[in-house]
């Protein structure tokens, strides 16, 4: 399987470190057949997808961040059973999970918390038309000035520069194509989807990443989708205006450890097992615990940021969003 991984310049819909793909390539992903009928596919990009097959049909978990992204999805699926997909159940409301809904069957039935429409309204949609009227045309307007000054068009630079430039482009096409729709079912704390034998428990634990984040439970299964309530092997996204709150988030995930799954299909980042709740947890508590000893001390914000090196979190990916989590923290010992 190739991927384009290098020198290729993209902005990202959230996460830092974005796989593209070709749609031939997409077509190659196999995905990991995580216990008898249950899957997820880790690799297109965006946050991770599980998958059920059923008798009476399939039920996947998460959107992708692009129709096309999830038109891909579909067919990968399809390959392994051609049953309908019945189900469409969303993590949470940020845009590299639910951006792809277009790309789906039109008469699938689409699960998330209440709170999810609001907050794409308010939020999710917002972004991307900044990204499809703002962030992309300026972006793509300098890819090319740069090579419109490239005197060799065979040089490596230059083609670096067009690489870039196609993939951005590809992507600024595509935001257009992003259309939301509302949920059929929606839920406060909990819900239970009973189809095909299976029993799928979502839960709402609280506000962690966002205040629409729910976990997705399969019991038969000792499985859980947990939605960017973890991020594997990157520094998570924090967003105080989305519901935030690493407080919380810890208790969440401690309780979420105590449940004993046997596999865990994260947010972003590879598959794991419990002791990935261990994990997330420990680096919100270590980082409090730094924060609150520099603020004791006397320290500025702006001082402690620069203090707390992320050499120590063993983290590399999305690493843009330290500063951020530390100021999140900062502002939550202030109130
Ligand atoms: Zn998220």
Same mark, same amino acid.
């Not at 995580?34 to 297109?44: E, G, H, K, Q, W």
């Not at 097959?53 to 699926?77: C, F, Q």
């Not at 914000?301 to 100021?327: C, G, V």
């Given at each position: 399987?190739?991927k384009?991984? *290098? $020198?290729?310049?993209?902005?990202?819909?959230l996460l830092?470190? +974005? @796989?593209?793909?070709?749609?031939s390539? =997409?077509?190659?992903i196999?995905?990991?057949?995580?216990?008898?009928?249950?899957y997820?596919?880790t690799?297109l990009?965006g946050?991770?997808?599980a998958?059920?097959?059923?008798?009476?049909?399939i039920i996947?978990?998460?959107?992708?961040?692009l129709?096309?992204?999830?038109?891909n999805?579909?067919?990968?699926?399809?390959?392994?059973s051609d049953?309908?997909?019945?189900?469409?159940i969303?993590?949470?409301s940020h845009?590299?999970?639910?951006?792809?809904i277009?790309?789906?069957?039109?008469?699938? *039935? $689409?699960i998330a918390?209440?709170n999810?429409?609001?907050?794409? +309204? @308010?939020f999710?949609?917002?972004?991307t =038309?900044?990204?499809?009227?703002?962030?992309?045309?300026?972006?793509?307007a300098?890819l090319?000035?740069?090579?419109d000054?490239t005197?060799?068009?065979?040089?490596?630079?230059y083609?670096?520069?067009e690489?870039s430039?196609?993939?951005?482009?590809?992507y600024f096409?595509?935001?257009?194509?992003i259309k939301?729709?509302?949920?059929?079912?929606?839920?406060?704390d909990?819900?239970e989807?009973?189809?095909?034998?299976?029993?799928?428990?979502l839960?709402?634990?609280?506000?962690?990443?966002?205040?629409?984040?729910i976990?997705?439970?399969?019991?038969?299964?000792n499985a859980?989708?947990?939605g960017?309530?973890?991020?594997?092997?990157?520094?998570?996204y924090?967003?105080?205006?989305?519901?935030?709150n690493?407080?919380?988030?810890v208790?969440?995930?401690?309780?979420?450890?105590?449940?004993?799954y046997?596999?865990?299909?994260?947010?972003?980042?590879?598959l794991?097992?419990k002791?990935i709740?261990?994990?997330?947890?420990?680096y919100?508590?270590?980082?409090i615990?730094?924060?609150q000893?520099?603020k004791?001390?006397?320290?500025?914000?702006?001082?402690?940021?620069?203090k707390?090196?992320?050499a120590?979190?063993?983290?590399t990916?999305?690493?843009?969003?330290?500063?951020?989590?530390?100021e999140?923290?900062?502002?939550?010992?202030?109130n």
């Amino acid at each position: 399987m190739r991927k384009i991984t *290098t $020198i290729i310049t993209i902005i990202i819909i959230l996460l830092s470190t +974005m @796989t593209v793909y070709t749609q031939s390539q =997409a077509q190659e992903i196999q995905p990991v057949n995580i216990s008898d009928n249950l899957y997820a596919v880790t690799d297109l990009g965006g946050g991770n997808i599980a998958f059920l097959v059923t008798d009476e049909g399939i039920i996947v978990v998460d959107a992708t961040y692009l129709p096309s992204v999830a038109r891909n999805l579909v067919s990968i699926i399809q390959k392994v059973s051609d049953k309908p997909i019945k189900y469409l159940i969303l993590t949470h409301s940020h845009g590299d999970h639910i951006n792809g809904i277009a790309g789906f069957p039109d008469d699938v *039935t $689409i699960i998330a918390h209440k709170n999810l429409t609001a907050n794409n +309204m @308010t939020f999710t949609e917002a972004r991307t =038309a900044n990204l499809a009227e703002n962030v992309f045309p300026s972006y793509l307007a300098s890819l090319k000035t740069q090579m419109d000054s490239t005197a060799d068009k065979n040089s490596e630079e230059y083609q670096a520069l067009e690489q870039s430039y196609n993939v951005n482009n590809e992507y600024f096409t595509g935001l257009k194509t992003i259309k939301f729709r509302e949920p059929e079912i929606t839920f406060d704390d909990n819900y239970e989807l009973e189809f095909g034998g299976e029993k799928i428990i979502l839960k709402y634990p609280g506000a962690g990443h966002t205040n629409d984040n729910i976990i997705v439970k399969f019991p038969r299964h000792n499985a859980i989708h947990t939605g960017d309530l973890i991020f594997n092997g990157a520094v998570p996204y924090v967003i105080v205006e989305h519901g935030a709150n690493t407080h919380s988030w810890v208790k969440i995930l401690d309780q979420l450890y105590s449940e004993n799954y046997e596999y865990v299909i994260p947010g972003h980042g590879e598959l794991a097992n419990k002791e990935i709740f261990k994990v997330q947890a420990e680096y919100f508590t270590k980082l409090i615990h730094k924060v609150q000893i520099l603020k004791n001390e006397g320290l500025s914000l702006e001082e402690i940021k620069n203090k707390i090196d992320i050499a120590e979190f063993n983290l590399t990916r999305s690493a843009d969003q330290f500063p951020i989590n530390i100021e999140v923290i900062y502002t939550e010992l202030v109130n």
